[in-house]
């Protein structure tokens, strides 16, 4: 998936890191283990229609096959080797990752006759219909999906082989001290922070974000990125609003939108269990079956689930 792939292509695919090993996933792993969201969805049939987030260590967690060995060395040299560094090519190799490993998974993403069935059971007709139609339009939707990625993944490309930043927007954000979760992910967002309608999934084009989170010297950042100038300004002016982009409103934006999301063990063993569930509820937004009928609603119930943490720094660039 680099670039410039097959050309200079070296050595077996590797299975490469969505969120950063050696920096956000050790900071908050404990014995070299975290809680991890990603994947449940597969887990939907033996957990009976839940998603629950699963121990995992740090070195599989958020892991994907898509870059040759040299290429993912290489690549990714500068975001993976050392202290992490806000400027645009880093967080472009970010935001560039999030969306090979998107594709990846639309590409693998079926909703197969186990997981109807899960759907089916205990429903009336009436509602198994709605929900196998709901896993017929996600099937379709991937397929869509892959076409939007992987135009945006060569888009993605050719800023980096430019150098030319101006079809992108970046803004930053980082905590005075580490968040207990940590993520990465390429998501089509229904709503803003703050509850502002974006898009709805059966439009035409759908409005892309790429968020990462990095660690900065014991310190939480998140890093939003998109070929969508107006939709960076309009999340943009959220993060902002130290009322709304509080870390609590952030992690429940996060669930609403990702999978790919890991927490410590010890904060989530902790969290009280109406808390847990307010945030599995808004992991179910857009899956064919269980999640709240009202998602916006669901959102805005803005239960805290984090205390409130003063923000060191942020900027757009």
């Not at 260590?57 to 050392?82: L, Q, R, Y």
């Not at 509850?195 to 990462?212: A, C, F, M, P, Y």
Request: aromatic share 10%; glycine share 8%.
């Amino acid at each position: 998936m680099h670039p410039n792939a097959p050309s200079d292509c070296a050595g077996k695919i590797v299975e490469a890191h969505t969120i950063q090993k050696s920096g956000p996933l050790r900071a908050i792993a404990k014995n070299g283990e975290v809680y991890s969201l990603r994947g449940a969805i597969n887990r939907l049939v033996e957990n009976h229609g839940q998603l629950i987030p699963q121990k995992r260590g740090i070195a599989t967690v958020s892991t994907f096959p898509g870059f040759c060995g040299k290429h993912d060395n290489d690549f990714f040299g500068p975001i993976e080797n050392g202290d992490f560094e806000i400027n645009g090519t880093n967080c472009l190799l970010l935001h560039y990752r999030n969306v090979c490993s998107e594709f990846h998974a639309k590409t693998s993403m079926q909703f197969g006759d186990a997981l109807l069935g899960a759907i089916d059971s205990g429903r009336d007709i009436f509602a198994q219909m709605d929900a196998q139609q709901f896993a017929s339009d996600m099937n379709f939707g991937a397929s869509l999906a892959q076409q939007e990625l992987a135009a945006d993944r060569a888009a993605l490309g050719e800023i980096w082989k430019s150098g030319d930043f101006s079809k992108i927007s970046f803004y930053f954000i980082e905590f005075e001290r580490q968040l207990p979760f940590v993520t990465s992910f390429s998501a089509t967002p229904k709503f803003s922070l703050s509850g502002i309608h974006i898009q709805d999934w059966s439009e035409e084009v759908l409005r892309k974000v790429s968020v990462s989170s990095v660690n900065l010297g014991g310190r939480s950042g998140l890093i939003f990125s998109s070929l969508d100038h107006d939709l960076m300004r309009g999340l943009a002016r959220d993060l902002e609003n130290r009322s709304v982009g509080t870390p609590s409103n952030l992690l429940r934006w996060v669930m609403a939108n990702a999978e790919n999301v890991a927490f410590e063990i010890e904060w989530w063993d902790r969290l009280a269990d109406r808390r847990k569930r307010h945030l599995l509820d808004l992991a179910m937004i857009g899956l064919p079956f269980g999640g709240p009928d009202d998602e916006l609603g669901a959102y805005m119930a803005a239960v805290e689930v984090l205390p409130p943490i003063g923000v060191a720094r942020s900027f757009a660039f």
